[in-house]
């Protein structure tokens, strides 16, 4: 038995605690653990040290509020310019957590094993059961289990599980990072004879049209004391049906693992891809004497792919240029606690822009973001580290790199590896030994571990850059690359070369890394403020070309330009760098940084900015301009876009951009009057226009042959006198966790967008639900995200409502000074 103390103090306060308010396994109460895997998220007991007098302890004392997880506690603070985690980690605060929860266990189960998971703890995690300690887990990212049999009470008796959570040591992230038990928790009982955790791997080998091999590797564990013989059977199902199955016998000794081997053979099997994302799932059952005393789900996909030298991806022998965005893990005005629908309608937005690609930048993502993924279909780069020994931040993971790296990157492609969407490991991310040989042997290491526990998948790392800038008609001078090429890159120890940026040198990728296939793992860095626009282009700055100089191209309340003018210096616009991707066969794809804004490193500006301009999407979810230049690239759907708003100084020049596809040309008329037909160029992906502004309304029309294919019109906007709310979803689910987002448009009389309306909404909830964000996606805004008010920007805003456990009507309010008061109903069921 191995314990701890909690401080010298703790194992006489638990004492005290354990007689305290019981806390049920679920909202219904004081259930049994019937189900293999049950959620183990509601009615925790949360406290967080907040002052001197705390420390490092609690006791009788203390003070506790109940909730469920996932929670992030850094989002529930206040932005503060001198928060030890700076405005690279959001200006929000760490600190110090505890959760605590009672509950029972059925005398049934004692015979069986229980364990407890946790899907990733930011960061620091301790865990004690009834005062004995199970262990701690630095990573805030990756998901853990322990086992608690031999610590439970069962029956009527209650048990104690505290978790203590320390990311006090700030800095530690380089962007935001939340607090807590952000991802979801379960109980786990099994028999003692059972699949171990993340025990199946299953891969297809072979893949016609015809027919797949299955291969399927099962780890058994027996706990038992003598040894077993079972009948083990693995069933594959489509859409709930049967498909095929096999059978084996097998005797496993006492308090032994042992692993299975399975071929299956699927007949014309229906293939995953991006745009019909096809799942199977195969069922693990072990009977002994005719009992099924275990069964076990995983999911999986049938589909052949490769990353080719000359025609880039391939998928099931057709050729796919992947259209990818990274993403950092935070939810926007949820924070970092994990929300499925908040995943999944990030991911729907994306999906309707044309991204088939996600990079799961810079740390293994929570297992919901791979489930849908699967299901959706997209191409992920499931990344492990941003760093190795060599520190980014000064309280970052490398200090725990000596003694945790193997641990985590094992548990990580354990727990990832059958996910069919994944389709390349990343082992780093700009690491800092990559221009020395220390990197080399690091990389090495890693590489050997993941292709232990997967073959299937190429390997690459995110090298900024792989090759100097410095080549051929390239001017562009990074000053620490001062050799020819990235150690890691030359060593020969990835499978696909990945650049970050250097977009400049994409061209030559074959002639300098001759046999290797490319993926552009992070590329653009292009910057925008959603909605804000310099109304000519030659007033519009750019960044120096030196990325330590000041930025001089700022403007008034740090905004930045909605026009695709304004990039990072290591970096280009949006549509410099799709023009060589797109240019080249043997350019598989690229990962734009990034998909949405993220809390947190707001280059170009430093305080009072708190949230980053990078994204294609604001932080809210509102589409920025450009979101409408790759649709109009990466889908068939027909496009045609005009910004930015028509509210302006009479008189004023002002640059009218347009994005269009499925056409000819356009022709642009303001109040009835043409302004001239323009058409794209050679490389062009937009057109443009240079205005002198007049009140009224801009219009613009798309011909294919000389005939219409769409006509859209932008309004000039009078005073803000209404409010419009439009739900994503009027109807969710009853289950205390559904969300659904309402966004608040700002209008006139004649239900335009007023452009400039900055005004403050108040909200109101009645029904058994409640607000939990709101979100404007300004990167300079304040205020909280909790809260039940927030100022709009640029005409728009966010309220996301949260389902209770009771079916009924959720009714939102929104009202503002001078403004219509406004409902709107959302129904739980």
Request: hydrophobic share 35%.
């Amino acid at each position: 038995m191995n314990k701890r103390k909690y401080t010298s103090s703790i194992l006489i306060a638990l004492m005290v605690i354990s007689i305290g308010t019981l806390v049920s396994c679920s909202n219904k109460g004081n259930e049994i653990f019937s189900n293999r895997k049950v959620s183990f998220n509601s009615n925790w007991s949360f406290h967080l040290n907040d002052s001197i007098v705390d420390k490092d302890t609690i006791g009788t004392n203390t003070k506790w509020r109940t909730l469920n997880v996932p929670h992030d506690w850094s989002i529930e603070g206040k932005f503060d310019e001198k928060s030890p985690a700076g405005y690279g980690g959001g200006a929000l605060t760490g600190g110090l957590g505890w959760y605590k929860k009672t509950f029972k266990v059925a005398a049934v189960d004692s015979s069986k094993v229980t364990s407890i998971t946790f899907d990733g703890v930011y960061r620091n995690s301790e865990v004690w059961i009834n005062g004995h300690y199970l262990g701690k887990r630095p990573n805030g990212y990756i998901g853990f289990q322990y086992e608690i049999s031999s610590y439970l009470n069962y029956g009527d008796k209650n048990n104690e599980i505290i978790v203590k959570v320390d990311n006090s040591k700030q800095p530690n992230s380089r962007w935001y990072s939340g607090s807590g038990i952000f991802r979801n928790v379960w109980i786990e009982t099994t028999d003692k004879l059972h699949v171990a955790q993340w025990g199946t791997y299953i891969t297809t080998p072979k893949v016609t049209a015809q027919t797949a091999l299955v291969h399927v590797e099962t780890t058994l564990k027996n706990q038992y004391g003598a040894s077993k013989n079972a009948l083990v059977t693995t069933i594959i199902y489509k859409d709930d049906k049967k498909v095929t199955s096999v059978t084996k016998n097998i005797t496993i000794g006492s308090n032994a693992d042992q692993t299975l081997k399975q071929d299956i053979q699927v007949e014309t099997p229906i293939l995953w891809t991006v745009e019909k994302p096809e799942l199977y799932t195969a069922v693990t059952e072990i009977a002994v004497d005719d009992k099924i005393i275990d069964e076990y789900k995983t999911n999986f996909g049938i589909r052949d792919f490769k990353f080719d030298v000359d025609k880039g991806f391939i998928l099931n022998g057709k050729q796919v240029k992947i259209k990818g965005v990274c993403m950092h893990h935070d939810l926007g005005p949820l924070g970092s606690a994990i929300n499925t629908r908040a995943i999944e309608r990030q991911l729907e937005i994306l999906k309707e822009m044309g991204v088939n690609g996600i990079r799961t930048s810079h740390n293994p993502p929570a297992p919901e973001l791979l489930d849908l993924c699967d299901k959706m279909g997209f191409i992920v780069m499931d990344e492990a580290f941003d760093m190795w020994k060599k520190s980014k931040n000064k309280y970052d993971y490398s200090n725990d790199w000596d003694k945790w790296h193997k641990k985590d990157l094992i548990d990580q492609l354990l727990r990832d590896r059958n996910h069919p969407s994944i389709f390349v490991w990343s082992i780093g991310n700009e690491i800092q030994e990559q221009w020395n040989e220390d990197g080399v042997t690091i990389a090495k290491e890693l590489a050997a571990i993941t292709r232990e526990y997967d073959k299937t998948r190429p390997i690459t790392a995110a090298m900024n850059p792989p090759v100097n800038m410095n080549i051929d008609e390239v001017t562009l001078q990074f000053e620490k690359n001062n050799v020819q090429f990235n150690k890691i890159a030359k060593s020969g120890v990835l499978d696909i070369i990945g650049y970050n940026y250097a977009h400049q040198t994409y061209k030559y990728h074959q002639k300098n890394f001759p046999g290797v296939p490319f993926i552009a793992t992070e590329t653009t860095s292009a910057l925008e403020t959603r909605g804000y626009y310099d109304a000519v282009s030659d007033s519009i700055k750019k960044w120096p070309v030196r990325w330590d100089l000041k930025f001089t191209g700022g403007n008034p309340g740090n905004t930045v330009s909605a026009y695709d003018q304004v990039q990072a210096p290591w970096g280009s616009t949006h549509e410099a760098t799709w023009k060589v991707i797109k240019k080249y066969d043997f350019l598989s794809g690229m990962y734009i940084w990034t998909g949405f804004d993220y809390i947190g490193e707001p280059t170009p500006y430093e305080w009072p900015s708190i949230s980053s301009y990078f994204g294609i999407v604001d932080l809210a979810g509102f589409p920025k301009d450009v979101y409408y230049m790759y649709q109009s690239e990466w889908t068939d759907k027909t496009v045609l876009h005009i910004f930015p708003h028509w509210n302006w100084k009479a008189g004023q020049n002002v640059d009218v951009w347009a994005y269009y596809n499925n056409a000819d040309e356009v022709e642009l008329f303001l109040n009835g009057k043409s302004l001239g037909t323009r058409s794209k160029k050679g490389e062009d992906l937009h057109v443009m226009w240079r205005v002198p502004y007049q009140a009224g309304t801009l219009k613009v029309v798309s011909r294919k042959n000389g005939k219409t294919v769409l006509e859209k019109e932008i309004k000039t906007a009078g005073n803000a006198s209404n409010l419009k709310l439009t739900a994503d979803r009027s109807t969710i689910k009853a289950d205390g966790n559904d969300l659904s987002f309402v966004t608040v448009d700002i209008i006139d009389a004649n239900d335009v967008l007023v452009p400039n309306a900055n005004n403050e909404i108040n909200f109101s909830l009645k029904g058994n639900g409640k607000i939990v964000g709101v979100c404007s996606g300004d990167p300079v805004s304040h205020e909280s995200y909790k809260g039940s008010k927030h100022t709009a920007l640029n005409g728009k805003c966010l309220v996301v409502v949260q389902s209770g456990d009771k079916a009924g009507r959720l009714e939102l309010t929104a009202k503002a000074n001078g403004l219509k008061q406004t409902t709107i109903v959302v129904t739980a069921e």
